[in-house]
T-cell receptor, first 112, second 119 residues
């Protein structure tokens, strides 16, 4: 069975500081990994995904994530936080393509 | 521009009412999903469908049913709404593309959500 753990339900960073949102997964087979962002009162929007190939994945809005198989991790980073990055972020894993397993989310606050 | 639409953004119903939540996608996707989202619990899968007239239970199907009569439309039905079904409901769709290494498995595209309040 697959599962996703997001460490830290709330993360606060100062504007311009590094953003690091943590995601660990468990899967018996190589998974496909995703990060989604949700702005208030909206649906989820894909930030980036890892399927195969390069383990460092670049997404929209300056975010990137690195797949580390040995650590079963897929942490999301952004070098410099912007006020517009304040949102909820979800990590997800899929093996079959028909079912996705989501983490419980991390709420990012950006302090001016 | 790809799009998943949901029939209502906000809905208020009374206990015992039958509630229909509609979802339509214009991407010709095979797979459609219904989730509920609650604070601290993330997204939980209620039902999904991988083809017309096909449905599979997710993690929390109790109290819900679904209907998929056309490929583009996936309906969630609360037969008798209860207060513990007050939640945000999210619809999503995806297309599984096996064997395409540049794409892999299709990501899910989400609708804007329906915030349902049951009084």
């Amino acid at each position: 069975a697959q599962s996703v753990t997001q460490l830290g339900s709330h993360v606060s960073v100062s504007e311009g500081a590094l953003v690091l949102l943590r995601c660990n997964y468990s899967s018996s087979v190589p998974p496909y990994l995703f990060w989604y962002v949700q702005y208030p009162n909206q649906g989820l929007q894909l930030l980036l995904k890892y399927t195969t190939g390069a383990t460092l994945v670049k997404g929209i809005n300056g975010f990137e994530a690195e797949f580390k198989k040995s650590e079963t991790s897929f942490h999301l980073t952004k070098p410099s936080a912007h006020m517009s990055d304040a949102a909820e972020y979800f990590c997800a894993v899929s093996v079959t393509g028909n079912q996705f397993y989501f983490g419980t989310g991390t709420s990012l606050t950006v302090i001016p | 521009d790809v799009k998943v639409t949901q029939s209502s953004r906000y809905l208020v119903k009374r206990t015992g009412e039958k509630v229909f939540l509609e979802c339509v996608q214009d991407m010709d996707h095979e797979n459609m999903f219904w989730y509920r989202q609650d604070p601290g619990l993330g997204l939980r899968l209620i039902y999904f469908s991988y083809d017309v007239k096909m449905k599979e239970k997710g993690d929390i199907p109790e109290g819900y049913s679904v209907s998929r009569e056309k490929k583009e439309r996936f309906s969630l039905i609360l037969e008798s709404a209860s207060t513990n079904q007050t939640s945000m409901y999210l619809c999503a769709s995806s297309q599984t593309r096996l064997g395409d290494s540049s794409f892999g498995f299709g990501e899910q595209f989400f609708g804007p959500g329906t915030r349902l309040t049951v009084l």
